[in-house]
T-cell receptor
Framework: AQSVSQHNHHVILSEAASLELGCNYSYGGTVNLFWYVQYPGQHLQLLLKYFSGDPLVKGIKGFEAEFIKSKFSFNLRKPSVQWSDTAEYFCAVNTGNTPLVFGKGTRLSVIA | DVKVTQSSRYLVKRTGEKVFLECVQDMDHENMFWYRQDPGLGLRLIYFSYDVKMKEKGDIPEGYSVSREKKERFSLILESASTNQTSMYLC????????????FGPGTRLTVL
């Protein structure tokens, strides 16, 4: 069975700091990769996704992620975080039409 | 815009009650999912459905059942609620035409006393 590991449970950053959240998955075949974000009191929403092609994927709000197949990784990055990026971030993976398998989430707190 | 709605944002039930959580999507999606979200555990898949009257068990189906009589509606049923089913329940839908991006509802926070 597939599994997804998110390395950090809680990350605290100052505004303007750079962000990198780690995500590794276990499946060795062709995968679809996703990052979702859940702002306080809001729905889970898609931040970005990778299916094929350029391994560097750009998403909304200045986020990007890089798929490194050899490392089974799909890390999320943002060069300069803002207070409004405070949220919980979930990495997810599936293959074909299978349900998404989610990581346990990383809570990001951005302080002024 | 895709919209996934859930019947209640907050629900309080007593142990042993039968509980129905309803989910409706308005984008003609084939696939629908029920997850529960708990702090430190992420999202865990309870049941999913790829078509009307079709259901598949997810990772934690025990104590739950589902019903999908119409394409747009997917119901989660707690046959006899227990305190360990206190959680946030999230419904999602997706379409094979949209590369399986899942769209989520706002969630139902269920408390079982």
């Amino acid at each position: 069975a597939q599994s997804v590991s998110q390395h950090n449970h809680h990350v605290i950053l100052s505004e303007a700091a750079s962000l990198e959240l780690g995500c590794n998955y276990s499946y060795g075949g062709t995968v679809n990769l996703f990052w979702y974000v859940q702002y306080p009191g809001q729905h889970l929403q898609l931040l970005l996704k990778y299916f094929s092609g350029d391994p560097l994927v750009k998403g909304i709000k200045g986020f990007e992620a890089e798929f490194i197949k050899s490392k089974f990784s799909f890390n999320l990055r943002k060069p300069s975080v803002q207070w409004s990026d405070t949220a919980e971030y979930f990495c997810a993976v599936n293959t074909g039409n299978t349900p998404l398998v989610f990581g346990k989430g990383t809570r990001l707190s951005v302080i002024a | 815009d895709v919209k996934v709605t859930q019947s209640s944002r907050y629900l309080v039930k007593r142990t042993g009650e039968k509980v129905f959580l309803e989910c409706v999507q308005d984008m003609d999606h084939e696939n629908m999912f029920w997850y529960r979200q708990d702090p430190g555990l992420g999202l865990r898949l309870i049941y999913f459905s790829y078509d009307v009257k079709m259901k598949e068990k997810g990772d934690i189906p025990e104590g739950y059942s589902v019903s999908r009589e119409k394409k747009e509606r997917f119901s989660l049923i707690l046959e006899s609620a227990s305190t360990n089913q206190t959680s946030m329940y999230l419904c999602a839908s997706s379409s094979v035409r949209m590369e399986n991006e899942q769209f989520f509802g706002p969630g139902t926070r269920l408390t079982v006393l």
